[in-house]
C-alpha cells in the first residue's frame, strides 16, 4: 500500500475492534505486527474488520465493540483470532470454527448443515494451508454462503505471475524428524516416493504447513471461478484504524514481496444460467 507521504511520520489510529487509541510510525507497520496497545490486533486483522464492517453495513469507523447487535446474521470463521471472534460471537450469530475440532468446518469436505447458512464467512490466512484441489476449497467457500452473503479473504500473495506450489504431487505423506529438523515424506497418486527438504510452517500450536504461496491473479480467478461477484483487494490504506502495511520482504532477497491485502467477494442474490 502507498502512503499518502513520502517521509516517515507518526499514524494516530483508533483500533477498529475496541477503540483504543494508537500511535504509531509509520515504517514500524507490518501486516502481522503494529498491535493494537489495548486489544492486541494486528494490522491484519483490523483490515479483517474493516471489510468486514462494508460487508455488513456498519460504519467503517465505528470499533466493532460498538457495532450493532444483530443475531439474524449469521456467521462463520476458520480459526479466527479470539480477540475478534469473542466480539462478533456477541453482535451476530457468529461461530469460530476449526479444522480439527469441533465446532468443525473442513473447507475440503463440507458437511451438508453448511451449506447456504451463512451472511458472511471469513477466512484469513488458511488457504495456503488446503490440500489440492484448490478450487473445490474455494467452490465450497461459495457454497457455505447465502446468495448474496460476503466473504472477507486473505492469504499470502505475491504479484508474480505464477502460484508457487511447494508440493504438487503431495497426496498421501507424513511430516517426519530428521537430523534435527523436518522432512515431508510423500506416495504421490501413482505411487511413488518423494522427500521434501526445509519444510516452512506457520506457527501458533500444532504447526501448519504452507503449501504455496500464491500470486494474486490466481487468487482472484479461483474466487471468479468459483462463482463470486464483486471481488475486490483492498489495497488503499485506511490510516485512521491502522489498516496499512508495506510490501513484506523476504528474508531472501529473491524471494518476491508479498502483498497480502485483503479481499472481498460477494456470492450473487440471483445465479444467472
Ligand atoms: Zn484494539
Same mark, same amino acid.
Given at each position: 500500500?502507498?502512503?499518502?507521504?513520502?517521509?516517515?511520520?507518526?499514524?494516530?489510529?483508533?483500533?477498529?475492534?475496541?477503540?483504543?487509541?494508537?500511535?504509531?510510525?509509520?515504517?514500524?507497520?507490518?501486516?502481522?505486527?503494529?498491535?493494537?496497545?489495548?486489544?492486541?490486533?494486528?494490522?491484519?486483522?483490523?483490515?479483517?474488520?474493516?471489510?468486514?464492517?462494508?460487508?455488513?453495513?456498519?460504519?467503517?469507523?465505528?470499533?466493532?465493540?460498538?457495532?450493532?447487535?444483530?443475531?439474524?446474521?449469521?456467521?462463520?470463521?476458520?480459526?479466527?483470532?479470539?480477540?475478534?471472534?469473542?466480539?462478533?460471537?456477541?453482535?451476530?450469530?457468529?461461530?469460530?470454527?476449526?479444522?480439527?475440532?469441533?465446532?468443525?468446518?473442513?473447507?475440503?469436505?463440507?458437511?451438508?448443515?453448511?451449506?447456504?447458512?451463512?451472511?458472511?464467512?471469513?477466512?484469513?490466512?488458511?488457504?495456503?494451508?488446503?490440500?489440492?484441489?484448490?478450487?473445490?476449497?474455494?467452490?465450497?467457500?461459495?457454497?457455505?454462503?447465502?446468495?448474496?452473503?460476503?466473504?472477507?479473504?486473505?492469504?499470502?500473495?505475491?504479484?508474480?505471475?505464477?502460484?508457487?506450489?511447494? $508440493?504438487?504431487?503431495?497426496?498421501?505423506?507424513?511430516?517426519?524428524?530428521?537430523?534435527?529438523?523436518?522432512?515431508?515424506?510423500?506416495?504421490?497418486?501413482?505411487?511413488?516416493?518423494?522427500?521434501?527438504?526445509?519444510?516452512?510452517?506457520?506457527?501458533?500450536?500444532?504447526?501448519?504447513?504452507?503449501?504455496?504461496?500464491?500470486?494474486?491473479?490466481?487468487?482472484?480467478?479461483?474466487?471468479?471461478?468459483?462463482?463470486?461477484?464483486?471481488?475486490?483487494?483492498?489495497?488503499?490504506?485506511?490510516?485512521?484504524?491502522? $489498516?496499512?502495511?508495506?510490501?513484506?520482504?523476504?528474508?531472501?532477497?529473491?524471494?518476491?514481496?508479498?502483498?497480502?491485502?485483503?479481499?472481498?467477494?460477494?456470492?450473487?442474490?440471483?445465479?444467472?444460467?
Amino acid at each position: 500500500m502507498k502512503l499518502p507521504f513520502e517521509t516517515a511520520q507518526i499514524i494516530e489510529y483508533r483500533c477498529n475492534i475496541c477503540n483504543g487509541k494508537n500511535r504509531l510510525e509509520s515504517n514500524l507497520f507490518h501486516r502481522e505486527l503494529a498491535n493494537c496497545r489495548k486489544c492486541g490486533a494486528n494490522a491484519r486483522f483490523r483490515g479483517i474488520i474493516h471489510v468486514l464492517a462494508d460487508l455488513v453495513g456498519e460504519g467503517e469507523l465505528t470499533a466493532l465493540q460498538d457495532w450493532t447487535v444483530r443475531k439474524n446474521i449469521l456467521g462463520a470463521g476458520m480459526s479466527d483470532w479470539p480477540g475478534y471472534a469473542n466480539l462478533l460471537g456477541k453482535k451476530f450469530s457468529y461461530e469460530n470454527t476449526f479444522y480439527d475440532r469441533e465446532p468443525r468446518l473442513d473447507i475440503m469436505n463440507l458437511a451438508e448443515k453448511h451449506m447456504g447458512r451463512y451472511d458472511f464467512v471469513i477466512s484469513t490466512d488458511v488457504f495456503e494451508h488446503v490440500l489440492q484441489p484448490l478450487q473445490q476449497g474455494f467452490d465450497n467457500l461459495f457454497r457455505i454462503l447465502k446468495p448474496g452473503g460476503g466473504l472477507v479473504f486473505s492469504v499470502p500473495y505475491t504479484r508474480t505471475a505464477q502460484t508457487m506450489e511447494h $508440493y504438487p504431487g503431495l497426496h498421501d505423506y507424513e511430516i517426519l524428524n530428521f537430523r534435527g529438523g523436518k522432512i515431508i515424506v510423500n506416495r504421490d497418486d501413482a505411487g511413488r516416493l518423494q522427500a521434501y527438504d526445509n519444510p516452512v510452517f506457520h506457527g501458533g500450536e500444532g504447526t501448519t504447513l504452507e503449501m504455496r504461496v500464491f500470486c494474486e491473479t490466481d487468487v482472484l480467478s479461483h474466487l471468479a471461478r468459483a462463482g463470486f461477484v464483486n471481488i475486490r483487494v483492498h489495497d488503499q490504506p485506511q490510516l485512521s484504524i491502522g $489498516y496499512y502495511w508495506p510490501e513484506l520482504m523476504s528474508a531472501d532477497p529473491s524471494a518476491p514481496p508479498l502483498y497480502a491485502y485483503i479481499i472481498s467477494a460477494r456470492r450473487p442474490v440471483i445465479v444467472s444460467d
